[in-house]
């Protein structure tokens, strides 16, 4: 029997994010994020594709949660994230996964996109630290968050990793189907900032703090403009920035004729930004270069889901545990 006091309780009528869809997930139905109360993640790996504070040496723990709330037209994850790839974890499997993670060298634990699944993931994790978990909890989210989940999370997080998408409602109903993302995607940064001070470990690991993440859209580099002023007026010297040129047409985008977003960034847009970087006088963070390689999207239906170069896998939702990769 679940207590009325307990935070589980909010998934049945569900509140856990800025949806507010009311329905019953823990009777079964499914969310707008796609999901019922079940915890069901798509893989696990030791990825090196990170910011370096967050890579370190030894990579960083990324755990895929299935499901989305937000629902971008171009999600490079969207196997996982809106096609329903995944499998249910219980709490204890949860917490073995980042033990695991743990052991085989990850700088941190890497939870991504797991806004709608924040009771089952601070339960796990609550499991795990009492069980000897002590490397960095990250958590890697698009932003689009209620408080009252954040305050759920926050004893068992280390650090932030949210997106700002934009900060035009035109662009966040077209794009993202929610034009209320800029208000609640800020509102939720502000409170990362006023809760998480930045600290690094000796080796430059992120121990905890925000990074914030850009990721350019082509054609729109007005509401990039406005993202890269945010930062210098509300968040330079509390947090990073990461300014991300990697965008690429997937899923909805990749098909449905939606103008620029049917080809990557240029070389006058990457200028431009980088010019802008100057302008607004931010110089902590990191910017990926333009290049025109694809080689680092993910396949969430193989093993190995992203280039061998970039993550080595650790669970599977086909398989589960996966056995380490043999050197040469």
């Keep these: 029997m679940i207590s009325m006091q307990s935070p589980t309780n909010r998934y049945s009528p569900c509140t856990l994010c800025p949806r507010n869809c009311g329905v019953d997930r823990l009777g079964g139905e499914k969310g707008l994020c796609g999901e019922t109360a079940e915890l069901r993640i798509a893989a696990a790996s030791i990825h090196r594709g990170e910011e370096p504070p967050i890579t370190g040496s030894g990579g960083s723990g990324t755990i895929f949660?299935?499901?989305?709330?937000?629902?971008?037209?171009?999600?490079?994850?969207?196997?996982?994230?809106?096609?329903?790839?995944?499998?249910?974890?219980?709490?204890?499997?949860?917490?073995?996964?980042?033990?695991?993670?743990?052991?085989?060298?990850?700088?941190?634990?890497?939870?991504?996109?797991?806004?709608?699944?924040?009771?089952?993931?601070?339960?796990g994790l609550k499991v795990a630290k009492a069980q000897g978990l002590s490397i960095p909890v990250l958590w890697n989210s698009s932003a689009y968050e209620s408080l009252a989940s954040l305050r759920l999370m926050e004893p068992v997080l280390d650090g932030y990793l949210p997106d700002l998408k934009t900060l035009d409602p035109v662009l966040g109903d077209r794009f993202f189907h929610a034009s209320d993302y800029p208000e609640h995607a800020e509102q939720a940064i502000q409170w990362m900032l006023e809760t998480c001070r930045l600290r690094f470990n000796e080796a430059g690991g992120l121990v905890s703090g925000v990074i914030i993440r850009h990721l350019v859209l082509p054609d729109y580099l007005e509401s990039t403009r406005s993202v890269l002023q945010w930062f210098a007026e509300k968040a330079q010297g509390r947090a990073l920035l990461s300014v991300m040129m990697q965008y690429t047409p997937l899923g909805p985008a990749g098909s449905a004729g939606l103008g620029s977003l049917d080809r990557s960034v240029q070389v006058k847009e990457y200028e431009q930004v980088l010019e802008w970087l100057d302008t607004f006088a931010i110089t902590e963070g990191f910017y990926q270069e333009l290049a025109p390689d694809t080689g680092w999207l993910p396949d969430f239906n193989r093993i190995q889901s992203f280039s061998s170069e970039d993550a080595r896998p650790v669970w599977h939702w086909k398989d589960g545990f996966v056995t380490p990769l043999r050197g040469p």
């Design 65 to 123: 949660i299935s499901g989305c709330n937000l629902g971008c037209v171009f999600c490079q994850n969207y196997q996982i994230s809106q096609e329903g790839m995944g499998r249910p974890l219980s709490m204890e499997s949860l917490a073995e996964l980042c033990l695991a993670l743990q052991r085989q060298g990850a700088e941190n634990i890497n939870l991504v996109t797991g806004s709608h699944a924040a009771p089952a993931l601070a339960a």
